[in-house]
C-alpha cells in the first residue's frame, strides 16, 4: 500500500513536532473521526412547515427582544 501526497505531507510534518505535541495531534485527529455524520436535509424536509407561523412570529419576536441583551450583573 502506497501512501497519498497528502498523507506523506501529514507524516513529514508529524515527524517535526515533539512527541507532547504529536499526541496532541492524535487527539485532535481522533475528534474528527468520532463526529457525527448527521443527518442530509433533503431527509428533514418532512418537518417544513411543522411549526404554526403565529408560533414562529412569536419565537422572532422573543428573539429580537431578549437575544441582544447584555445583563453585566448577571456574571
Same mark, same amino acid.
Given at each position: 500500500?502506497?501512501?497519498?501526497?497528502?498523507?506523506?505531507? &501529514?507524516?513529514?510534518?508529524?515527524?517535526?513536532?515533539?512527541?507532547?505535541?504529536?499526541?496532541? *495531534?492524535?487527539?485532535? #485527529?481522533?475528534?474528527?473521526?468520532?463526529?457525527? *455524520?448527521?443527518?442530509?436535509?433533503?431527509?428533514?424536509? #418532512?418537518?417544513a412547515?411543522? &411549526?404554526?407561523?403565529?408560533?414562529?412570529?412569536?419565537?422572532?419576536q422573543? &428573539?429580537?427582544?431578549?437575544?441582544?441583551? #447584555?445583563?453585566?450583573?448577571?456574571w
Amino acid at each position: 500500500m502506497t501512501l497519498t501526497t497528502l498523507e506523506q505531507e &501529514i507524516l513529514t510534518q508529524l515527524h517535526h513536532l515533539a512527541l507532547a505535541q504529536q499526541r496532541e *495531534v492524535l487527539a485532535f #485527529v481522533r475528534t474528527l473521526t468520532a463526529m457525527p *455524520v448527521g443527518i442530509p436535509g433533503k431527509e428533514l424536509l #418532512v418537518f417544513a412547515g411543522a &411549526i404554526e407561523h403565529h408560533d414562529l412570529a412569536m419565537l422572532q419576536q422573543a &428573539i429580537d427582544t431578549d437575544c441582544a441583551k #447584555v445583563n453585566l450583573d448577571e456574571w
